[in-house]
């Protein structure tokens, strides 16, 4: 089987951090840094704080001062690898107390709530009220100039930023189930906050600090600089930048020096911070250390792409040979590895199958909806009357989507925004492929409502989606779908959500409304009781490939490959309560480590050893019949083990 893959592990978290070249690139130039700093004492240096009025402002590359000295002679390399140290340490003790008090602030805040709440709050946002640069700067003109009190007022100006930050994320927890079953089991209120909830908010800490370290420094540098930090003789890069600020139009490399150090120091540091966030990021362990784009990827080779037959010029939509990849670091795994669809004018096509089929990812394949990254279509061809939407440019792409192409999605709750009524959102889909005014669009938004019996359709423009039941909700999004006369519907399972009544309402709709409006629906379901209701052909999809496909009669009554007979088996019959329901054993196989041969192999009770070797195809079995199958089933036969 191709696509077939032996290492299945996700990439390691050095391995996601390195895929991001700039992340990359912060970290090691930050290493190198550091071990600079750190090395510096047994390195033959000057002494930083040795004075030599006779050599003073020699330029870089001086024999024996590599990069110069300043206005007391003093090596200036030496100085900017002590106060390299100096800076570091500073940045880092400053954010550590700030991310320590000022996320117990938020985590207690959040937590407790009330008063507690208000109060914390309160005293935040009076420091907060002050501009935090001043603020530093008038606690240190109270404690004193110095190091440590500049450390101090830097730590202590940054505790609301952290403060803010986790109570708003506690505040979310808080209110969880698994809170609420800490609670119930007799966990006491402080083992709930440090056992539960600390653990949730912990990457969120650790994301803040290693995004503000590099301010920190600057921060700090930026009060040496003023001459209330580091004291001579002692150094540190803001102090050093302050010293050649007087000398800067004769030697101007006594500022440039230790400016270019901290930029590279705060660059450095801001990088792998960022990187750190994507990488604890779960939404990114994917390998995509980037937000998904606008379109899906197309990365196929121009000579692979099918040509165009006879049966494609007479479909509505034809699907051919589709390849959809994610990319895991630095491993890529085809989720859809070869698959062939057609849908003629007005018909319905159901794709089943288990979940995990790669089912979702082929219909979401058709208009670029898979997120790049991590996903990417690596293969095959898409032609909506013979257009080829591979080769179309994003903004026919865009024209398309919600026009002659239109989705259902499963949970409509999170396909309309909470934010915004349900007539303003039908109104926006529909001005956004059709030049009519505010009013005309709101006219045909009702007429949209009535067509889908919504009842009361004027006063449900004015309501929002959670105001509406589930099977009204399904009901404005297929409105929503049929709002620019869609040539296509991809209804991706749009009743397993419902209950039996609604969803029966649901598909006698899109039955009637698909002959009313011409219109085409590709059905994603696992169930075929669903199919049968509904869809005039089956197309059944496993690992990633469609294994039969058949008129809807035909596949029922006799299932031509295992895996069809054993998902029939699976349905209960209404009248037939004795009737045994067959569960398929195991579970479906990984797609990056797909077995040779059939990929259903391992859970049929009819393969042989013939099964288990080189490339299945898909065979015609009957008229307008094709199985992916050495040894298909003939009418009437179970899905049993040749004797």
């Not at 709750?413 to 005309?440: C, M, N, W, Y």
């Not at 029966?504 to 409304?513: E, R, V, Y």
Request: net charge neutral; glycine share 10%; proline share 6%.
């Amino acid at each position: 089987m191709t696509g077939q893959r032996k290492d299945n592990r996700r990439p390691s978290a050095f391995a996601l951090l390195l895929n991001n070249r700039m992340a990359a690139g912060g970290f090691f130039i930050l290493v190198a840094l550091l071990l600079l700093a750190l090395i510096a004492p047994l390195l033959p240096l000057h002494d930083p704080n040795a004075t030599d009025p006779s050599n003073r402002l020699l330029r870089p590359l001086t024999e024996g001062h590599l990069l110069g000295t300043d206005a007391l002679g003093r090596d200036i390399l030496s100085r900017i690898l002590s106060g390299l140290r100096v800076s570091i340490a500073v940045g880092l003790s400053a954010t550590i107390i700030a991310a320590f008090f000022g996320s117990l602030i938020g985590l207690l805040a959040g937590f407790a709530g009330g008063r507690v709440d208000n109060l914390m709050m309160r005293g935040i946002d009076m420091l907060m009220a002050f501009p935090y640069i001043l603020l530093a700067l008038a606690i240190v003109a109270v404690l004193g100039p110095g190091l440590i009190n500049a450390l101090y007022a830097i730590a202590l100006v940054n505790i609301p930023f952290f403060a803010r930050n986790i109570r708003g994320v506690t505040l979310g927890l808080a209110r969880r189930e698994f809170v609420d079953a800490a609670r119930l089991a007799g966990k006491s209120p402080a083992r709930v906050l440090f056992t539960e909830i600390l653990p949730n908010v912990l990457p969120v800490i650790v994301i803040t600090m290693s995004t503000t370290v590099g301010w920190m420094i600057l921060e700090t540098a930026g009060l040496s600089f003023l001459g209330l930090g580091a004291q001579p003789p002692q150094a540190d890069l803001g102090s050093m930048l302050g010293d050649g600020r007087g000398v800067l139009f004769n030697a101007p490399h006594v500022a440039i020096i230790p400016g270019l150090a901290i930029f590279l120091l705060v660059m450095s540091i801001n990088l792998f911070g960022d990187g750190v966030r994507d990488v604890l990021d779960p939404r990114l362990k994917s390998g995509a250390l980037t937000r998904p784009v606008a379109r899906t990827a197309i990365e196929r080779d121009p000579a692979s792409v099918p040509a165009e037959d006879a049966e494609d010029r007479k479909a509505v939509l034809s699907v051919r040979g589709l390849r959809t990849a994610f990319r895991m670091g630095r491993r890529q795994v085809e989720a859809v590895g070869g698959v062939d669809l057609r849908l003629g004018q007005t018909e319905c096509l159901g794709l089943v199958g288990e979940s995990g089929s790669g089912k979702s990812v082929t219909a979401m394949s058709i208009m670029g909806l898979v997120p790049t990254p991590p996903g990417r279509i690596v293969g095959g061809a898409i032609l909506l009357k013979g257009e080829d939407l591979l080769a179309a440019s994003d903004e026919r792409i865009r024209g398309l989507r919600g026009g002659p192409v239109s989705h259902v999605f499963q949970d409509p709750l999170s396909s309309l925004h909470p934010l915004f009524t349900v007539g303003d959102q039908l109104i926006e889909a529909i001005r956004a492929h059709q030049p009519l005014s505010r009013a005309k669009a709101q006219a045909r938004a009702r007429e949209l409502l009535e067509l889908v019996r919504i009842p009361n359709a004027g006063r449900r423009l004015s309501a929002y989606p959670h105001e509406l039941s589930g099977g009204m909700r399904q009901r404005v999004c297929i409105a929503m779908a049929l709002a620019n006369d869609a040539e296509v519907i991809i209804a991706d399972e749009p009743t397993t959500a419902l209950d039996v009544t609604v969803q029966a309402q649901i598909l006698t709709l899109m039955n009637k409304l698909r002959h009313d409006k011409q219109t085409s629906i590709l059905f994603i379901t696992h169930d075929f009781g669903v199919v049968s209701a509904l869809c005039d052909r089956v197309a059944v999809m496993y690992a990633g490939r469609i294994v039969e496909t058949g008129r809807t009669e035909e596949v029922l009554d006799a299932p031509a490959h295992p895996y069809t007979r054993k998902l029939i088996d699976c349905v209960p019959v209404l009248g037939q309560g004795e009737r045994r329901l067959d569960a398929i054993e195991g579970l479906p196989p990984s797609v990056d480590n797909l077995p040779p041969g059939c990929a259903f192999a391992p859970r049929c009770p009819r393969a042989q050893e013939s099964c288990r070797r080189g490339e299945i195809t898909l065979q015609e079995v009957a008229p307008g019949r094709a199985a992916r199958c050495l040894f298909p089933l003939e009418a009437g036969e179970e899905a049993a083990a040749h004797a």
